[in-house]
């Protein structure tokens, strides 16, 4: 069994976030998640995103001050995609992991490009983008800019795991107790054969 340290992190969801006083947050400025927000809130404010609105801090007009802003103490509404893209970014720079992301999701984001009706390039793209996703290179691209994040997506308090260390006699217990189990096993069949005649 592996033992970790407890970590405790002030929040885990978008309703644990808005529900919470501690930490403030922010968006960046022109972003699908502004746009997700400021509509929940003129549709419904005291849903979770529209609370989300209304509790964030001033937004970050930027992109180079989401880094500094989220290492302040400030957490920071991003896609999924932006954000490993960060982690990595910031590991490659740093060497160890300072950013964390939460376990669930708040929104779903589709990305699409939007055409003309009868415009001749549809096709086209629609056959590269196709021929991109079967062929894996979509994903390929994805892993190539977010190849250090892996490790910074670990769980909170498992990072410092992954060193190697010697083995110890507990680490043998389980294959040990098996091993001892079958020769106790097959003692007993040995003997009832040997009273049997």
């Not at 003129?42 to 180079?64: F, I, N």
């Not at 410092?160 to 083995?167: A, C, D, I, K, V």
């Not at 091993?179 to 009832?192: E, W």
Request: a neutral charge.
């Amino acid at each position: 069994m592996l033992i970790v340290p407890k970590v405790r992190v002030p929040f885990d969801s978008l309703a644990e976030l808005v529900d919470q006083t501690e930490v403030p947050w922010t968006m960046a400025h022109g972003s699908i998640v502004q746009s997700f927000f400021s509509s929940a809130y003129d549709e419904a404010p005291t849903s979770t995103m529209g609370r989300g609105w209304k509790g964030r801090s001033p937004l970050l007009r930027s992109a180079t001050d989401i880094i500094p802003t989220v290492i302040g103490g400030t957490a920071g509404l991003y896609t999924r995609h932006s954000s490993t893209y960060l982690m990595g970014k910031d590991f490659s720079e740093n060497g160890y992991c300072r950013l964390a992301l939460t376990r669930g999701g708040y929104m779903a984001v589709q990305h699409s490009m939007g055409f003309p009706l009868g415009s001749s390039l549809k096709p086209v793209l629609d056959e590269l983008v196709y021929r991109m996703m079967e062929f894996g290179l979509v994903e390929k691209f994805i892993a190539k800019e977010m190849a250090n994040t892996s490790y910074c997506l670990m769980p909170p308090g498992r990072e410092g795991y992954t060193e190697l260390r010697p083995l110890a006699l507990g680490d043998f217990l389980g294959v040990l107790s098996l091993y001892g189990a079958g020769v106790v096993g097959s003692m007993g069949m040995f003997v009832a054969e040997v009273m049997r005649r």
